[in-house]
């Protein structure tokens, strides 16, 4: 086998056939792969012997006896006992965990912000995670964490995992790759990435600086939405979520590798990479998934329909049809409905809503929702449109409609969404947010026969 020149690099598969090039298609799949031939026993998961002096080892998503199971049968280098001795806690200040209510921080209210700055330097990816807002409890498994991060730097000989949650990767500029057990994902804007639960990975720049949204679920993972009445095709397809190739490094080094757990982060120090696994087989993995492959659907007649007609992915709760959270996207598409307000309708919700944008305008607020910004509309307190988007859409000419160069995001969840001090303190609150909606007027009139 021949050696990377780059001690960073991982030793990856050749590409399978018929797959793009380092990555294998679907999601949900019961996928194999293997870094070298022969790794990958067939026909059973524990030999008495793994080839290559391999060492087999099951990663679980679930318990043993959920249906169906989800899991991950890895051949590794070292078991995973040992990448792990003793811990000792660390604080990482801006990474916060559910239940998080500052007592100095009001959490109701609609608010809005502009883009955090792009750090300059000394930031990776867990120092540069600054948490916006929780809900619910990391430690009952229930509920989410909303985050900005802002990287410059990549991890060396470092690593991570979250034993809370998995983890929904946004990015807005600039590019990442990460290095994960089961393999590499590189991502770019107008791409997503989902880190399941437990899986160790290293973060690195592939070009910076780097800034993002991260939705760190704590609940069941995310799954594809039910289509319904939409049938079989449209929205999100299964074959263009992509799951990483077999690869794997063998380095003798001395690194640490960081785990976020119960909310709390400790530190361990190893000899080596724990990216040793050569071969696995499973439905436990991470993903990529280009933005671009979304499909929406909508009215093709009259009335706007529910913004849930955009779920991307769920991620269930105990409660049949009601969210631990959605991710809702918001792309091009055209508007056609006759005798119709387009634009978002004026609204309370039981979800909170924390959207973000990745590019270009939102219909529904033209103004001041800016690349980069986020905005958060609490549980049960009325958004919509402000008075420029509604008097455009209210005397618009109702012609077929291009929304173009245009991508937003929703992450919507059954549980209010608290609001951390960098958040209210720290990060560009829009002060005047709330004022968007002041110049509305009163345009009621009881004459009968009135429109």
């Known amino acids: 086998m021949n050696r990377p020149s780059n001690p960073h690099s991982m030793t990856q598969a ?11 298609p679907g999601f949900g799949n019961d996928f194999e792969t293997e870094a070298l031939p022969g790794a990958l026993p067939q026909g059973m998961n524990s030999p008495q012997r793994c080839n290559y002096g391999l060492y087999g080892e099951q990663l679980s998503g679930t318990a043993f006896t959920a249906n169906p199971p989800e899991r991950t049968w890895t ?22 965990s559910a239940p998080h209510v500052d007592p100095d921080v009001i959490s109701l209210g609609q608010y809005r912000w502009n ?15 600054h948490t916006m807002t929780t809900a619910g409890d990391v430690n009952t498994q229930v509920g989410m964490a909303a985050h900005i991060y802002l990287i410059t730097e990549s991890m060396v000989d470092a690593y991570f995992f979250s034993a809370d949650s998995e983890l929904l990767v946004v990015p807005q500029e600039g590019r990442l790759r990460f290095a994960t057990e089961l393999g590499i994902i590189d991502l770019e804007p107008k791409e997503i990435a989902i880190i399941p639960r437990g899986l160790v990975y290293r973060v690195e720049v592939l070009e910076g600086p780097c800034r993002g949204f991260v939705c760190e679920n704590y609940g069941q ?54 990216l040793d696994v050569v071969a696995w087989h499973g439905n436990y993995a991470p993903y990529k998934y280009d ?51 387009r634009p978002p309708w004026y609204h309370k919700n039981i979800m909170s809503e924390l959207m973000g944008n990745i590019y270009g ?35 618009a000419n109702l012609g077929p409609d291009k929304l173009d160069n245009t991508m937003s995001f929703m992450f919507e969840t059954r549980f209010p969404q608290h609001l951390t001090a960098f958040a209210a303190k720290e990060a560009p609150l829009q002060d005047d947010y709330i004022d968007c909606w002041d110049s509305i007027q009163k345009k009621f009139d009881g004459t009968p026969g009135k429109k």
Not at 14 to 24: F, H, L, Q
Not at 115 to 129: D, R, S
Not at 230 to 257: H, M, Q, W
């Open 14 to 24: 050749s590409s399978p056939v018929g797959t793009t090039e380092g990555y294998m």
């Open 75 to 96: 051949y590794r280098i070292r078991p995973s006992v040992k990448h792990s001795a003793r811990y000792t806690k660390i604080d990482l200040p801006y990474w916060k």
């Open 115 to 129: 883009p955090v700055p792009m750090a300059e330097k000394g930031m990776t990816w867990l120092n540069g995670m």
């Open 221 to 274: 993972k995310f799954e594809m939405p039910g289509r319904g009445p939409i049938g079989a095709n449209c929205l999100a397809n299964p074959r263009d979520f992509k799951a990483p190739v077999a690869a794997y490094e063998d380095r003798e080094v001395p690194s640490t590798l960081t785990i976020k757990w119960c909310g709390q982060f400790h530190e361990t120090e190893i000899g080596q990479s724990p």
């Open 291 to 341: 933005l671009r492959n979304y499909c929406p659907v909508g009215a093709i007649l009259f009335d706007h329909p529910d913004p849930s007609i955009f779920t991307v992915l769920t991620a269930p709760s105990g409660v049949p049809g009601t969210a631990n959270i959605d991710f809702v996207l918001f792309r091009e598409r055209w508007l056609v409905a006759e005798n119709t307000f």
């Open 361 to 395: 305008q939102y219909d529904a607020k033209p103004q001041g929702f800016v690349p980069g910004g986020m905005s958060l509309h609490n549980m049960m307190l009325p958004h919509g449109p402000d008075m420029e988007a509604f008097e455009k859409a209210s005397n």
